[in-house]
Nanobody
Framework: QVTLVESGGGLVQAGGSLRLSCAAS????????MGWFRQSPGKELEFVAA????????NTADSLKDRLTISRDNAKNTVALQIDRLESEDTALYYC?????????????????WGQGTQVTVSS
C-alpha cells in the first residue's frame, strides 16, 4: 500500500509558474513509476506527465511538453511537477499516482495508487 499526498496548488496568475509536489509513504521500496494527471471542471481526467523510478525516462503530454518539468527525489520519496507560463486552461485538480508498470505510462488504468489531488487555479 502506498499513500500519496499532493501539495503546492493554489491561485496563480496567468504567465506565472507553480511547483507541485507529491510525497509518498508506505511501500515506497517498490520502484514505482510516478505520474501526474489533472481534471478540469466538466472534463475527463487528463494525463500530464510520468517518470520512471530512476528518473532516466519520462513522458509528458504533447500539449504541455514545452511548459512542464517532472522530477523525483527517491531519497525523500517525492516527485515534483513544475509548470511554467501558466494558462487559464491549466486550472484543474492535479493528482499524483503510482504505477508498477515498467514505463512512464499515460494510461490511467495502469496506476494503482492515487492521491487526493491539489487544486490549481489560474487567473487571467
Amino acid at each position: 500500500q502506498v499513500t500519496l499526498v499532493e501539495s503546492g496548488g493554489g491561485l496563480v496568475q496567468a504567465g506565472g509558474s507553480l511547483r507541485l509536489s507529491c510525497a509518498a509513504s508506505g511501500r515506497t521500496q517498490t520502484r514505482y513509476v510516478m505520474g501526474w494527471f489533472r481534471q478540469s471542471p466538466g472534463k475527463e481526467l487528463e494525463f500530464v506527465a510520468a517518470i520512471t523510478w530512476s528518473g532516466s525516462n519520462s513522458n509528458t503530454a504533447d500539449s504541455l511538453k514545452d511548459r512542464l518539468t517532472i522530477s523525483r527525489d527517491n531519497a525523500k520519496n517525492t516527485v515534483a511537477l513544475q509548470i511554467d507560463r501558466l494558462e487559464s486552461e491549466d486550472t484543474a485538480l492535479y493528482y499524483c499516482a503510482a504505477s508498477s508498470y515498467h514505463l512512464p505510462t499515460s494510461i490511467r488504468a495502469r496506476y494503482s495508487y492515487w492521491g487526493q489531488g491539489t487544486q490549481v487555479t489560474v487567473s487571467s
